[in-house]
């Protein structure tokens, strides 16, 4: 989807006027990265867990099922009121990744998912996940992995050639060990890594281009909407579902 990275949506307030779509269409496309990292963590009774970028509030709800304890931030106002109903048991609180309004040493885990390429710093966000955690508590991350590595990339690619821009680099943490050399650039010592599937459905042609142009326009729906059906052909069944395959990087270091 172009908010993802292609800045159709960039400011918080805009996030949170998109939020309930955002939810409904991409909110569980991370479940299986959500789980790889709570199972690599060991989350379970007790665990006192921080979600940075917390969105919608997915990942707070599966931990929250494990008996963490489960506190989360994210910068959007829109994406918080969504979080608290997901996981009402949550401590939640308004504010980014480079500046957590939580005491030094406070959670055994924290948690980004898609969350430290968005900040201006990743070091001194990196840095900021470590002050909140106790000494030996673990730092999980997860990201999209590389372009080519997701079906929703290609399509993603028609639409930026059709829109008039260069496809989007690769950021280094999508690549195979970035997350690992980012956390070891960091002083983190990292303890386990891989890579998931991540299956994504979208029932017919208008969910489709809804979700992958979520924020833009109605011209800009009536212009690329064709560009995104015909770059999904693909990935078409004969009932009209698109089903894509997609994949997320994940890595755990401890502190």
């Known amino acids: 989807m172009r908010i993802r990275e292609h800045g159709a949506v960039s400011e918080d307030d805009a996030w949170s006027t ?9 909110g569980a496309a991370a479940a299986p990265a959500h789980a790889a990292l709570l199972d690599a963590t060991v989350v379970g009774a007790g665990a ?8 919608s509030g997915e990942l707070l709800r599966i931990a929250a099922d494990r008996g963490a304890l489960v506190a ?9 009121a969504l979080a608290r109903r997901a996981a009402p048991e949550a401590a939640l609180r308004e504010a980014g990744v480079e500046d ?9 885990v924290v948690t980004a998912v898609n969350a430290l390429h968005l ?9 900021e996940l470590r002050r909140v955690l106790v000494p030996g508590g673990r730092i999980a991350v997860a990201s999209w992995a590389e372009h080519a590595a997701n ?6 690619a028609a ?13 280094p943490e999508r690549l195979p060990g970035g997350l690992e050399a980012l956390l070891a650039a960091n002083g983190l010592a990292v303890e386990a890594s891989g890579i998931v599937e991540a299956p994504w459905a979208a029932a017919d042609d208008a969910a489709l281009v809804s979700a992958v ?10 212009e690329l909407g064709p560009v995104v059906v015909a770059a999904a052909a693909p990935f078409r069944f004969p009932n009209g579902e698109y089903r894509l395959l997609n994949r997320f990087r994940w890595a755990v270091a401890r502190a």
């Open 72 to 80: 989360g931030c994210d910068p959007a106002p829109g994406m918080l």
């Open 100 to 108: 957590l309004p939580w005491p030094d040493g406070s959670f055994d």
């Open 151 to 156: 079906d929703l990339d290609a399509i993603e």
């Open 159 to 171: 639409v930026a050639e059709a829109d008039g821009d260069d496809p989007s680099p690769d950021l």
């Open 18 to 26: 998109v939020a309930a779509e955002w939810a409904a269409t991409w």
């Open 213 to 222: 142009l979520l924020g833009e326009d109605a011209a800009t729906l009536e």
């Open 119 to 127: 900040a201006d710093d990743e070091e001194g966000a990196l840095a």
């Open 48 to 55: 006192r867990l921080l979600d940075v970028g917390c969105g």
